[in-house]
Nanobody, 119 residues
Framework: QVQLAESGGGLVQAGDSLRLSCAVS????????MAWWRQAPGKDREFIGR????????NLADSVKGRFTISRDNDKNTVYLQMNGLRREDTALYSC????????????WGQGTQVTVSS
């Protein structure tokens, strides 16, 4: 059974940093592209970025470039989202997804972890 479990969210002040983790079980991580998403209340889910499978690097949305980075540890089956310089508009439920290589669209999703940024 595949499980994705996000952690690391919380209440922080603007300008602070947080590192989110997505612990994965039930699949071989290096065969999956792992992505981070967020959804703020009343808004559509927003793509933040991805860590491509097989060492294919990362891609980030323009809205977070220069502030957020994505990394993975395949040995630990964990993907990370490092968030620096947090802003109030970063407040959202953050979740991760797993997409099998050569497939279209994520097959698996986590439940998410809440990040709240106060001014």
């Amino acid at each position: 059974q595949v499980q994705l479990a996000e952690s690391g969210g919380g209440l922080v002040q603007a300008g602070d940093s947080l590192r989110l983790s997505c612990a994965v079980s039930g699949l071989t991580l290096n065969r999956y592209t792992m992505a981070w998403w967020r959804q703020a209340p009343g808004k559509d889910r927003e793509f933040i970025g991805r860590s491509n499978w097989n060492g294919g690097g990362t891609n980030l949305a323009d809205s977070v470039k220069g502030r957020f980075t994505i990394s993975r540890d395949n040995d630990k089956n964990t993907v990370y989202l490092q968030m620096n310089g947090l802003r109030r508009e970063d407040t959202a439920l953050y979740s991760c997804s797993a997409q099998r290589a050569f497939s279209s669209g994520p097959q698996y999703w986590g439940q998410g972890t809440q990040v709240t940024v106060s001014s």
